[in-house]
């Protein structure tokens, strides 16, 4: 079983965008809620984004709501993190895992991420 590959991040000015992308080989994605967490400098990691597996419902932590969207691409096995309006606070090194989306509420977040990550910078 091959883990989850995180790609996507860069350099990006304030008010910028990024797409990050979690791709798997040999581990079905769709089988599993997959969140985005991400680890800024000097602090824990966080959840930020979890999407359903049953009907692609997400949940989005406040302070990147109406910002970022999580989406699957299953034909490619791939979940998306679209980042609008990057900020330098989004500042951070992003991975993808697992979760357990809860409708109505916040999601159960992995213990575990997959990858080595990817780093976003946002800074002018």
């Known amino acids: 079983q091959v883990q989850p590959v995180e790609s996507g991040g860069g350099l990006v000015q304030p008010g910028g965008s990024l797409r990050l992308s979690c791709a798997a080989s040999?581990?079905?994605?769709?089988?599993?809620?997959i969140a985005w967490f991400r680890q800024a400098p000097g602090k824990e990691r966080e959840g930020i984004s979890c999407?359903?597996?049953?009907?692609?419902?997400?949940y989005y932590e406040n302070y990147v709501k109406g910002r970022f969207t999580i989406s699957r691409d299953a034909a490619k096995n791939t979940v998306h993190l679209q980042m609008d309006s990057l900020k330098p606070d989004d500042t951070g090194l992003y991975y993808c895992?697992?979760?357990?989306?809860?409708?109505?509420?916040?999601?159960?977040?992995?213990?575990?991420?997959w990858g080595q990550g990817t780093l976003v910078t946002v800074s002018s």
């Open positions: 040999g581990f079905a994605l769709d089988t599993d809620d």
């Open positions: 895992g697992a979760c357990t989306y809860l409708f109505g509420g916040t999601p159960e977040w992995g213990l575990e991420v």
């Open positions: 999407i359903s597996r049953h009907d692609g419902s997400a």
